[in-house]
C-alpha cells in the first residue's frame, strides 16, 4: 500500500500526536513507530491514556494535532478513506461488543459478507475456519449470550480476522474476564502475533510480553514515559513512575 | 325494551360497517405512511446531525403539545386559505399519518439510542458503512426496545382516528353520531361504537403484550 516515499514509515507512526478532553491533555506530544509485524505491548495506570491511544488508530478518536499515519495513509487527510482503512484494522474490545443477536458464525461472517463483498459460502467456509482456529468449532451457531466471556472474546478475535487486517489491535482484551478464562484467549493472541500479524495491545498481561512483544511501551498521565525490550522494561525499568508501577503489578 | 332498540338500530347495520371500514381503512394506511415515516425520522433524529435533529425534535414537540383536533381543523380548514385545497379524506390520512410519525420518531429515537455504544464501535471497527451499521447492528437491537411501545401506539392511533369524524368524514364514531340522532338511546349506541373499536384493537393490545414477554427470551433481536 505504501508508495516509495513513505517507504521509511511504520505500519503505524504517531508523530508529535496530541489530544484533549476538553481541558484534559490525554495524549502529550506521542511520538512512536510501529514496524510491519512487530507486537508492542502498552502499560500503565489507568486513566493514563493507553486505550486513547489505540483507539485514535482505527479512528474511534480523533486527534487534535500531530500526525498519526497508518499503513501510509494519514488519519483525517480528506485523501484518506476512513472506511476503508478501518477494514485493515482489527479491534478486540475490553468487553468484547459481540452483536448479541448474530450466532458467533454470523458475527464472524458480517463485515466479510457486507463489507470485503465475499460470497457468503465462501465467508462461511472461512468463518468457520477462524472459528476452529480459535477452538470454537463446536459453537459456531451459539449465540453470544450462551458463550463465557473467554469465549465470547475468542469469537472477538475470530471476527477481526475475517476481515484478514493488516493490524490488530487490542484494548485490553482480558480485564473483564474471569482468571481462568484469560489463558485460552492469550494463547490465541499469541498464535496471532506469532503468524506476524503487526499488534498494538494494551494490557498489563505480563507473561504475554514477555513472550510476544518486541517493545513495551509504559505511559503515564497521557505521555510516553519509558520504552524497550520486554526484558530491560521488566528487569530494569528506567523511571520511578515504570517502578512504582510494574511494583504495583507484579505483587501477585 | 333492549331488544326493541336493538332491532331499530339493525337498520343500521350497513352504516355501521361503512363506518367501520373507513376507521380501519384510514388507520391502516396511516399507520403504514408514518411507521415508514416515523422509522426515517428517528434514524435522522439520532444521525449526528445537530441541525436535522433538532428540527425534528422541534416539529415532534409542536405536534405532540397541540391537541390532535386543532392539528385536523389546520389541515382542513385553514390550508386552503393559503391555496391548498384537500379533500376530508385526504387531509384525515395527512394529519393522522404526521401524528403517527411524530410519536413513532419518538419510540425509534428512543430505541436507538437504547443500543449499547459498544456495538456501534464494533460496527464502526469492522468497517461497515453507515447503512450497514443501522440496518445489520443497530436496527435489530434497537427493535426490541421499539416494538412492544410501537404496537401500543398503534391502539391509541386507531383510538385518535375517531376525531377524523370531525371534519365529516364516515368513519365509526361519525356513524354513532348520525344513527343516535335516529334512534334516541345514546348508551347503546355509542356501547356498539366502542365494541367496533375494541374489536380492532384487541389483537393489537394482545400482540403488544405477547411481544413484551418475548423480549426477554430473543437474543437481543425481537421477530412478529
Not at chain 1, 12 to 26: E, H, Q, T, Y
Not at chain 1, 44 to 52: E, H, I, L, M, Y
Request: proline letters at 5%.
Amino acid at each position: 500500500m505504501s508508495t516509495p516515499s513513505q517507504a521509511k514509515t511504520g505500519m503505524i507512526d504517531f508523530r508529535g500526536v496530541n489530544k484533549w478532553f476538553g481541558p484534559l491533555n490525554v495524549l502529550k506530544d506521542i511520538t512512536l513507530s510501529v514496524e510491519p509485524r512487530e507486537v508492542v505491548v502498552v502499560c500503565g495506570p489507568s486513566g493514563s491514556g493507553k486505550s486513547t491511544l489505540i483507539r485514535c488508530i482505527n479512528g474511534l478518536e480523533t486527534i487534535k494535532d500531530g500526525d498519526l499515519i497508518v499503513d501510509g495513509q494519514r488519519l483525517g487527510d480528506p485523501a484518506t478513506n476512513m472506511t476503508l482503512l478501518r477494514t485493515e484494522i482489527g479491534f478486540v474490545f475490553q468487553s468484547f461488543n459481540l452483536y448479541p443477536h448474530k450466532t458467533a458464525l454470523e458475527n464472524v461472517t458480517l463485515a466479510p459478507i457486507h463489507v470485503r463483498k465475499i460470497p457468503r459460502a465462501e465467508a462461511e467456509q472461512a468463518g468457520r475456519d477462524l472459528l476452529a482456529k480459535v477452538g470454537l468449532a463446536d459453537k459456531v451457531n451459539a449465540y453470544p449470550s450462551q458463550l463465557s466471556g473467554g469465549q465470547q472474546q475468542r469469537v472477538a478475535i475470530a471476527r477481526c480476522l475475517g476481515m484478514r487486517p493488516k493490524i490488530m489491535l487490542f484494548d485490553e482484551p482480558t480485564s473483564a474476564l474471569d482468571p481462568e478464562m484469560i489463558s485460552e484467549v492469550l494463547d490465541v493472541m499469541v498464535a496471532v502475533a506469532e503468524e506476524g500479524m503487526t499488534m498494538m495491545v494494551v494490557t498489563h498481561e505480563m507473561g504475554f510480553a514477555r513472550k510476544v512483544a518486541q517493545r513495551v511501551v509504559f505511559m503515564d498521565a497521557g505521555a510516553i514515559v519509558e520504552s524497550g525490550t520486554p526484558e530491560a522494561f521488566f528487569s530494569a525499568p528506567k523511571t520511578d513512575r515504570s517502578r512504582a508501577f510494574l511494583s504495583k503489578i507484579l505483587r501477585h | 325494551m333492549i331488544w326493541q332498540q336493538l332491532q331499530s338500530l339493525a337498520g343500521s347495520y350497513p352504516l355501521a360497517l361503512r363506518g367501520l371500514g373507513m376507521t380501519v381503512m384510514l388507520s391502516l394506511i396511516s399507520l403504514v405512511l408514518g411507521t415508514a415515516l416515523g422509522f426515517g425520522l428517528g434514524i435522522l433524529r439520532t444521525g449526528g446531525n445537530r441541525l436535522i435533529s433538532s428540527v425534528i425534535g422541534a416539529w415532534v414537540d409542536l405536534i405532540r403539545g397541540t391537541p390532535f383536533l386543532v392539528q385536523i381543523f389546520l389541515i382542513f380548514f385553514i390550508l386552503p386559505e393559503f391555496g391548498i385545497e384537500l379533500g376530508a379524506f385526504t387531509a384525515g390520512i395527512i394529519a393522522l399519518t404526521n401524528l403517527a410519525a411524530c410519536f413513532i420518531c419518538e419510540i425509534v429515537a428512543a430505541g436507538i439510542r437504547s443500543v449499547p455504544t459498544g456495538q456501534v464501535e464494533a460496527a464502526l471497527a469492522s468497517g461497515l458503512s453507515r447503512w450497514q451499521r443501522m440496518r445489520q447492528v443497530v436496527l435489530p437491537q434497537a427493535m426490541r426496545i421499539v416494538l412492544p411501545p410501537l404496537v401500543g401506539q398503534y391502539v391509541l392511533l386507531i383510538k385518535d382516528s375517531s376525531v377524523v369524524s370531525a371534519i365529516g368524514l364516515t368513519d365509526l364514531t361519525r356513524v354513532g353520531w348520525l344513527v343516535v340522532q335516529r334512534v334516541p338511546n345514546g348508551l347503546l349506541v355509542f356501547f356498539l361504537v366502542g365494541v367496533g373499536y375494541f374489536i380492532v384493537c384487541y389483537p393489537l393490545i394482545m400482540l403488544a403484550r405477547r411481544l413484551e414477554r418475548r423480549m426477554g427470551q430473543a437474543h437481543g433481536e425481537v421477530q412478529l
